[in-house]
C-alpha cells in the first residue's frame, strides 16, 4: 500500500529540518539498496521498542472485533502519536522496533487467516510516524497469545495448521508494506522460535517436539520467511530481513544446530538475540546491583560470542535489552554502568541495540527519558551526536571504555576480599528464584554470589572431590523475612564438568524451614553448558528429559523430573537446605 499522502508531506519537511538543524545524513538518502548487513547495522545506531502497545494481546477479553485502539491501550500504555515518536528521535533513537500481535483481530482458530485490514492500517499508521521520524523501522509477530505452540503440538494437522497461519500472515504483511522503503525491516516473530513452538498457552497439547526438532522446525520457518517475502514484489525482494536466533538466546543460537537461511538476494540477512543478564538484576527486583569483575567479564565474553555471525556477514540486532526500573519507576543501582558497557560492546562489534520500554524509560505521556544521566546518555549515542566520528573511532573508544571498566571493577573486587571460587575451583550452591522474583541468589550456570537479593545468607561449599556436602540458603535477614514460595531453583556446581566429568549429583535430603521435604520424583545430575553440573529442584521449563542424564541407579529414569520440589505445596520459605552426595562415575 502507498504511505499516505499527509505523511509523505510531513516526511519531507521534518527530513529537511532535521538535516538543517543536525547535519546529520539523512536516512531517506542512504543507498540502502546497495548496502550490506554490517553495513546497515552501523547506521542504525541506537534503537528503542515501542513496548506493550501493538503487541497487548487483549483478544481473550476484547474478541477480535474491538476497535484497533483498544487492543493498542489494554497493556496501559496511550494510544501511540506522531509526537512522541518525533520525541524518541530527539531523546537519541535512530530506530524504532514496533511489536504487533497480529491474531488480535483475526478468526485463526475458523481457518480465517486474514488480519483486520483496520490493524494493518494502525501497525502502518505508526510506521509512517517512524518514517516521518527519519528512524528505521521493524516490525514482527510478537508472541501473539502463544499460538506459535501449535508448531509443538501432537497433533499433525494442528502442525500443518501453524505453518498456514504464519505464510498467510506475512503473505498479507508482506504486501502491503511492499513499497516501503528499505527502512523498513520485517523481524519473523520475537523469542518464540524455540523452546516456545512447545508452549501450551493456545495449543494444550504442545510439547511434542524435542530439542533437537525445536532446532529443525525454527530453521525450516526462518526459511520459508525469507523465501515468502521475496516472491510477494516491490522492495521485498532485497528488503533487509531480521531472522530471531533460538529463543533469541545468545548461548542456543550459537549452537551448531542454529542455521541462517538461504537468501537469493546477497548480504541482506541480520540476526536478531536478547540480552537480560543477569535475569535477576536485569528483570527482578531481587537483584538492585550490578559491576563485579565476573559481571562485566560475563557480558564481555557473552556479546563477543555473536562475532561469530558477523564474520559471515550477517548483521547483529540486539532487538531487546535492558536493566528495568523498579516498581516504584526508579533506576536500579549501576544501571548507567551496565548500559555503558553493554552499549561499548554494541560500539566496539558493530550492533544494534534496540532498549526494550514500555514507557519505564520514556515516558510517553511526557515525551521525555525519566531520569536526566539516562537521557543525556542517550542522546550522546543519537547518530547525529556521533557523526563527526569515524568508526575507527568509535570502535577504539568503545575497546578503551571496556578495559576500563574492568579493570576498576578488579580493584573494587580486591578492596571488597577475596570470592569463593575465584581460583577456579568447583564451588555447589543453590541457585533460586522465588515465587514473586522479590527473593534471588546466583540464578544460572555462572557462579554469581554478589548476584542476590540484599541480606541472603548462602552457605556455599568448595568441592575437591567424592563426599557429602551441604548448600543452603538463609532469607530471614531480608527485607521480607522469607522467600514467597519458588520459581526456580536448582543446585550447581561451578567448574564441575572440567574438574569432575560424569560426576552424579546424588540428593540424599531437602529441608526447608528445618524440616525434612519429600521430593516427588527423582533428580537427575546433567549440565546445560558442559561447565556447571547441575540438579534441578524446580525447573519448570524444562518440557523434555534431556539425553545424557547421570542418575545412580539406572532403574529410576523412569521416574527423574526437573521438579522434584513441588512449589504447590511450598509456601513460605525461611531456610533451604540441600545435602548431597558428590559421586564418581
Known amino acids: 500500500m502507498r504511505i499516505k499522502l499527509v505523511y509523505v508531506i510531513l516526511f519531507v519537511f521534518l527530513l529537511a529540518v532535521s538535516a538543517s538543524a543536525q547535519g546529520a545524513a539523512k536516512k531517506a538518502d542512504l543507498d540502502l539498496q546497495s548496502m550490506t548487513a554490517l ?18 494481546y487483549g483478544r481473550p477479553y476484547l474478541g477480535t472485533k474491538a476497535d484497533v485502539s483498544e487492543y493498542e491501550t489494554f497493556w496501559g500504555q496511550p494510544v501511540t502519536t506522531l509526537e512522541m515518536i518525533l520525541a524518541m528521535k530527539e531523546a537519541g533513537f535512530d530506530s524504532l522496533r514496533i511489536p504487533v500481535a497480529w491474531t488480535n483481530m483475526m478468526d485463526y482458530e475458523k481457518g480465517d487467516y486474514t488480519i483486520n485490514p483496520a490493524y494493518l492500517e494502525r501497525v502502518e499508521e505508526i510506521v509512517n510516524y517512524a518514517l516521518a521520524a527519519d528512524m528505521f523501522v521493524i516490525i514482527n509477530d510478537h508472541w501473539d497469545g ?19 497461519l504464519f505464510v498467510a500472515m506475512w503473505t498479507q504483511i508482506g504486501t502491503h508494506f511492499r513499497d516501503y522503503p528499505h527502512l523498513l525491516i520485517f523481524e519473523a516473530a520475537n523469542e518464540e ?10 495449543a494444550q497439547d504442545s510439547g511434542w517436539l524435542t530439542d533437537d526438532e525445536t532446532y529443525q522446525v525454527m530453521n525450516e520457518i526462518n526459511q520459508r520467511f525469507v523465501d515468502l517475502i521475496r516472491g510477494l514484489g516491490g522492495k521485498n525482494g532485497d528488503r533487509f530481513l531480521l531472522i530471531p536466533g533460538y529463543n533469541t538466546d545468545i548461548a542456543r543460537t550459537i549452537d ?35 559491576g563485579t569483575e565476573r559481571e562485566y567479564q560475563t557480558q564481555n565474553e557473552l556479546l563477543a560470542q555473536m562475532t561469530k555471525f558477523t564474520e559471515q556477514g550477517y548483521g547483529i540486532v540486539f532487538g531487546e535489552y535492558g536493566v528495568l526500573p523498579k516498581s516504584d519507576g526508579s533506576l536500579k543501582n549501576n544501571t548507567l554502568d551496565f548500559l555503558a558497557n553493554f552499549h561499548a560492546n554494541m560500539e566496539l562489534y ?20 525519566v531520569d536526566e544521566g539516562l537521557a543525556r546518555f542517550f542522546r550522546e549515542r543519537s547518530l547525529a551526536a ?11 573508544q568503545a575497546a578503551a571504555h571496556l578495559a576500563m571498566a574492568l579493570e576498576l571493577a578488579r580493584q573494587r573486587d580486591l578492596e571488597a576480599g577475596p570470592v569463593l571460587g575465584a581460583g577456579g575451583e568447583a564451588v555447589a550452591w543453590i541457585m533460586f528464584d522465588s515465587g514473586d522474583y522479590q527473593i534471588t541468589y546466583s540464578v544460572g550456570d555462572i557462579y554469581t554470589p554478589t548476584s542476590k537479593t540484599e541480606g541472603v545468607i548462602a ?11 551441604r548448600v543452603a540458603l538463609d532469607f530471614r535477614g531480608t527485607a521480607q523475612g522469607f522467600a514467597n514460595s519458588i520459581t526456580f531453583a536448582a543446585v550447581g556446581i561451578a567448574q564441575g564438568e572440567l574438574h569432575f566429568p560424569g560426576y552424579i549429583i546424588d540428593i540424599k535430603e531437602v529441608l526447608i524451614n528445618g524440616e525434612r521435604y519429600q521430593m516427588r520424583g527423582r533428580p537427575y545430575t546433567t549440565s546445560d553448558d558442559g561447565i556447571c553440573t547441575r540438579v534441578n529442584l524446580y525447573n519448570e521449563w524444562v518440557r523434555v528429559i534431556p539425553e545424557g542424564i ?23 520459605i525461611e531456610t533451604i537446605e540441600v545435602i548431597f552426595d558428590f559421586v564418581a562415575p
Open 39 to 56: 553495513e546497515l547495522a552501523l547506521q542504525m545506531g541506537n534503537g528503542i521498542n515501542l513496548g506493550n502497545t501493538m503487541e497487548a
Open 146 to 164: 502463544g499460538w506459535w505452540g501449535m508448531f509443538g503440538s501432537a497433533n499433525a494437522q494442528t502442525r500443518s495448521d501453524a505453518m498456514d
Open 193 to 202: 522460535l524455540g523452546s516456545r513452538l512447545n508452549e501450551t498457552s493456545i
Open 256 to 290: 551448531e544446530r542454529f542455521r541462517m537461511p538461504s537468501d537469493s538476494a546477497q548480504d541482506k540477512l541480520l540476526l536478531s538475540v536478547h540480552y537480560y543478564t543477569p535475569w535477576s538484576y536485569c528483570g527482578t527486583e531481587g537483584v538492585n546491583s550490578w
Open 350 to 369: 558493530g550492533y544494534v541495540p534496540m532498549l526494550w520500554d514500555t514507557s519505564s524509560f520514556f515516558i510517553r505521556r511526557e515525551l521525555k527519558i
Open 386 to 396: 556521533r557523526s563527526a566520528h569515524t568508526q575507527g573511532q568509535i570502535k577504539g
Open 459 to 469: 552457605t556455599d561449599v568448595v568441592i575437591d572431590g567424592e563426599g557429602r556436602h
Open 550 to 572: 547421570r542418575v545412580i541407579n539406572p532403574n529410576w529414569r523412569p521416574f527423574v523430573t526437573p521438579t522434584p520440589l513441588n512449589k504447590q505445596n511450598i509456601g513460605r
